[in-house]
């Protein structure tokens, strides 16, 4: 069992619509979302990849696997954070992303650190 206090990330997320990267006419809602990655734990640790489910109200996934996080694989030590933006195009005004990013902390042990659901919604929608 992975010690939760030697090995541990927190993450982050908060979502923005982007009105002029979308095009409701053609089902396209571009959203941009900020990842905030705190190494929690006690030893240093690099993210290596990430996992992403994404979902539509139409119950569309999309998986996203790759290296690292915008073409970097941060190296944090304890109390560390590394914040990046991306962004990702659904077909609906709402949606949802979950995921997880796979860890190795540098005396070689491998972790998860998840994604909680978060939601992507065109503003208003929800209300």
């Known amino acids: 069992m992975i010690d939760s206090k030697k090995y541990a990330f927190s993450v982050n997320v908060q979502t923005a619509f982007l009105p002029d990267q979308s095009s409701p006419d053609d089902?396209?809602?571009?959203?941009?979302?900020?990842?905030?990655?705190?190494?929690?734990g006690n030893i240093a640790a690099q993210l290596i990849s990430r996992h992403w489910i994404i979902t539509d109200a139409n119950n569309h996934i999309h998986e996203v696997k790759g290296l690292g996080v915008v073409g970097a694989q941060p190296l944090l030590q304890p109390n560390q954070q590394f914040e990046y933006t991306s962004?990702?195009?659904?077909?609906?005004?709402?949606?949802?992303?979950?995921?997880?990013?796979?860890?190795?902390?540098?005396?070689?042990?491998?972790?998860?650190?998840?994604?909680?659901?978060?939601?992507?919604?065109?503003?208003?929608v929800l209300n």
Not at 99 to 124: M, Q, R
């Open 87 to 124: 962004g990702s195009v659904i077909a609906t005004p709402v949606g949802s992303m979950r995921g997880s990013y796979k860890i190795v902390a540098e005396d070689g042990t491998f972790f998860d650190a998840e994604i909680a659901p978060f939601t992507l919604a065109v503003p208003k």
């Open 27 to 40: 089902n396209q809602y571009a959203f941009a979302y900020t990842v905030s990655i705190c190494n929690t």
